[in-house]
């Protein structure tokens, strides 16, 4: 697919950094041909894994691009993983290649540009796994099949009107869902040039908005272009869609920036072990404060005030985690998603809360129990409970509540302790209490705690 469109798109830039043309489509084929040559030449046979834990980069996206090409499956990690984290995703991925700090260095991959036979895979042969961490505490890795991520891509096309003309800009990380697919696939299935950025900055993107047309992004994103002084329609003017998903956009958030540019920003609303689900439409009605509606091809019921979907962008279960597969999938094939949703007469749909103990901090998903159980290991803890409560910029902020054994037992400690964990995963603050608040059943109270420390970032 991606062949045939770089085709269509000829000598148009692909990769564009600042001023710099860094790749045009028809330099594409031979470039990620290159790639696909030299991990071969390294040994990675079809169906290999190849983990990549890298700094964004153009090299990353042709690497990615290889690796479909070559038959591999892709195993992109986020770069603020620990070396601990690291050692986990190798034990469990098998990965033939590891693209990782103190692995193999992309930046030394003997990759000219070549011709390389692209190598047939099935539907259902795996592209990608994704890993996204589990309430038990155990990141698990989604196994996501060609098909899975074609059909969710031209869908996506069709639905947001990608068009001739349009430019991307491109600022989310390319180690998940929203960056490496529904950003970089849209762009290059419609021969779109990518205005290239390494990491999100609200003065680069404001600059770029006079030739891009296109851009999507993390909530967080939003809040932070709004509250520049920046962002006015005439900033906007060359812009056709703003799209943002990952975490809950808050109602205020899009009121302000309709207000500020005359845009009314497309949320639309996905996950790892789905890709897109459902979206405001881009003709009719973008309602703040609700996902819009299951995307064509994709049944969604609600049962039990918990969300459930079937498709073709569904994946094919966990790696080697049959038994979670089992737990999370209902006999029919319907897949639980645990995000609490309504969903209106004509079919639209709005989440209103998680059933799964979830954070989501600037688009990236925490899951309290890995933490809990690292603060319960620091000497000198009694117990912990980690909330996530209302902070202005990243959604929501990361809080630990932690008793404690040892009186003398400080913050500083506490941190020292789980180091071995992401700096975003981190608690931003740890607050000691005599006792968690627990119900009649010995089950800690997360909505009071939630309720009790709601102000402490003062969002
Ligand atoms: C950075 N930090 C964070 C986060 N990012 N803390 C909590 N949550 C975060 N998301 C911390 C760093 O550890 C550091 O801490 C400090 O903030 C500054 O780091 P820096 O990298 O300079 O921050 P930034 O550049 O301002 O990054 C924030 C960001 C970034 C722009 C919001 O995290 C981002 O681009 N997020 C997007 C993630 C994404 O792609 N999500 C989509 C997942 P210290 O100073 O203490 O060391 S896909 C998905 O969810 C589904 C499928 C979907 O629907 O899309
Ligand atoms: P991930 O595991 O990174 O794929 O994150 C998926 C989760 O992000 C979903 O299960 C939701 O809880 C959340 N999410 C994604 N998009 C939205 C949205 N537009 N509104 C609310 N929550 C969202």
């Known amino acids: 697919m991606f062949e045939r469109a770089a085709s269509l798109a000829g000598g148009a830039p692909l990769f564009v950094e600042g001023d710099n043309v860094r790749l045009t489509y028809a330099e594409l084929d031979r470039a990620v041909g290159g790639y696909a040559a030299a991990l071969v030449r390294l040994g990675a046979e079809p169906g290999d894994r190849i983990l ?63 011709d390389f036979e692209t190598v047939a895979r099935g539907p259902d042969d795996l592209a990608a796994i994704l890993y996204t961490s589990g309430t038990t505490g155990r990141s698990r890795g989604a196994m996501l099949s060609h098909d899975n991520l074609a059909s969710n891509a031209l869908v996506l096309r069709d639905y947001w009107r990608w068009q001739a003309g349009d430019v991307l800009i491109h600022t989310l ?31 680069a993107v404001l600059a770029d908005m006079a030739r891009a047309t296109v851009m999507m992004g993390v909530p967080t994103y939003y809040v932070r272009l709004a509250a520049h002084p920046g962002l006015t329609r005439d900033a906007v003017s060359n812009m056709r869609l703003f799209v943002s998903g990952s975490a809950p956009l808050l109602e205020a958030t899009f009121a302000d920036f309709e207000a500020k540019t005359g845009h009314r920003i497309l949320e639309r609303y996905g996950m790892t072990e789905a890709g897109m689900i459902c979206s405001n439409p881009y003709e ?76 989501i ?16 290991a620091v000497p000198g803890v009694g117990e912990s409970a980690v909330i996530g409560v209302p902070h202005p910029d990243l959604g929501e902020g990361v809080v630990a509540v932690v008793t404690r054994t040892d009186p003398a037992l400080d913050e500083a400690a506490v941190l020292a302790g789980i180091a071995d964990l992401a700096r975003f995963k981190q608690p931003r603050r740890i607050l000691f209490a005599e006792a968690l608040p627990r119900n009649a059943m010995g089950k800690v109270q997360k909505a009071a705690l939630r309720a009790a420390h709601k102000n402490l970032f003062g969002a």
């Open 52 to 114: 990549v834990q890298a700094e964004k980069s153009v090299e990353g996206a042709l690497l990615y691009l290889a690796s479909l090409r070559a038959g591999l499956i892709y195993v992109p990690l986020n770069t603020a993983y620990t070396a601990a984290e690291l050692a986990y995703f190798i034990g469990d991925a098998e990965p033939k290649l590891v693209f990782a700090p103190g692995h193999l260095d992309l930046a030394e991959l003997d990759a000219r540009p070549a």
């Open 173 to 203: 990380p390319i180690y998940h869902v929203h960056g490496l697919f529904v950003a970089l696939h849209g762009a290059l299935l419609n021969g779109s040039t990518m205005l290239w950025h390494k990491g999100f900055d609200a003065d």
């Open 284 to 359: 009719g009605e973008r309602i703040p404060g609700t996902v819009g509606f299951p995307l064509p091809g994709v049944e969604a019921r609600i049962r039990e005030e918990v969300l459930e979907i079937r498709g073709p962008n569904l994946f094919k279960g966990y790696w080697r985690n049959p038994e979670k597969t089992a737990e999370d999938m209902r006999p029919d094939g319907f897949f639980v998603t645990g995000d609490m949703a309504t969903m209106a007469a004509d079919g639209r749909v709005a989440i209103v809360g998680r059933a799964k103990d979830l954070i």
């Open 361 to 376: 901090a600037g688009g990236l998903n925490i899951y309290p129990k890995e933490i809990e159980l690292a603060i319960d």
